[in-house]
């Protein structure tokens, strides 16, 4: 767990990096802000492609060997961040980082080989505890190094450096979770099953509906994600590193919460309590956003939509590893990888559309409409079963 715990520390230092530099980088080089929502968008569009079959791949050539490919593409697509000097270039880039982008998916699996289901909510909030600190360190240097001037080549060296140095601490240091005897299981089990889609494995595991959260999940963060540093730009006139700290401040909370709390208070008060109160916290983020008049108040519902959703996503993470049979554990990580990754299409898009023609207030309504639709369900589940049962 310690050197899994530094590997995606580092490695989500270098991705915290660039969440405050996009929004700025892409206008000066002749984008727009729906460029911008594009660019989040042919990301994920690539991440939620992949996703499945690099947890499919974990399952048969272990765990390490895939985090450290994925490590070793997202290093490389840095690298011609720094030296892109067209929009398309960017666009390339990023493309190539979504092909590349499984390790969360192989991360939650590598926490499932090695704990058993009673703690797994407590060790999905240490993995999000790295993913918090990463958004502590990342945003906070990307932007003192951009600064308001939009230095931007500086950051994302300094982001692929990150990624080479989570490339040598992983080769060296991380011990594979999946031996060759579990790895030959899975493939006997796997090439003794019927060949499925990702859609009728959701289905014969009765999962469709809660994989389907990480879809309504991560489209809430990105709308946040996406629609906050181009919200205090044209409201406040911050700069990159006004944004980095706002991120900053945010990473240190979520870790505190994921690392320290989340875990105890999941075992004391139950997952499925917590994730309600996560989604509700995401739901009245919104509807700050919405009637936000100061920057006491903008900043309010930044916060108060990030923090919520920083409790839903290792308990849907723990709920979902429960419930899947553990020769498929990596290939149903890998698809809730990617369910996330359609989120992170749907949230930037829609919300970049609705900013263009509506404005902010629109784009922010659209966030709740999604957090809603994410608390129906947490209710529904309550009032029919009073826990977590297949869909």
Known sequence: MPILFLTVLIDLIGFGIVIPIMPF???DLGGSKIDVALVIVVFSVCAGLVGPLWGQ??????????????LSGVCLSYIL??????????????IFAGFMSGNFGVASAYIADITPPQQRARRMGVIGAAFGLGMVIGPFMGG???GNDGNFEIPFLTAAAMSALAIIAGFLFLKESLPPQKRAEHAIHHDAQPKQSVFGMLRSSGNTLLVSQYCLHSTGITVVSYLFPLWVADLLGWGPKDVGYVFGIQGLAMAVLQGKLLGPLAEKLGEFRILFVG??????????????GSQFWMLASFYTVVTGATMCAPILNSITSKRTDPHMIGRMM??????????????????????AVFGYGAAWAFGLFVAVLFLSWVVMQWRSHGAFEPD
């Open 25 to 27: 980088l892409i206008p």
């Open 57 to 70: 791949l974990s399952d048969r050539i272990g765990r390490k060997p895939v985090i450290l490919i994925c």
């Open 81 to 94: 961040m720094a030296f892109a000097e067209t929009l398309l270039m960017v666009y390339v880039a990023r």
């Open 144 to 146: 003192v190094l951009a």
């Open 279 to 292: 989604v509700s916290l995401m739901a009245v983020g919104f509807v700050l956003a919405i009637m936000a």
């Open 334 to 355: 890998g698809t809730s990888s990617a369910f996330g990754a359609m989120g992170r299409v749907v949230g930037p898009l829609i919300a970049g559309l609705l900013l």
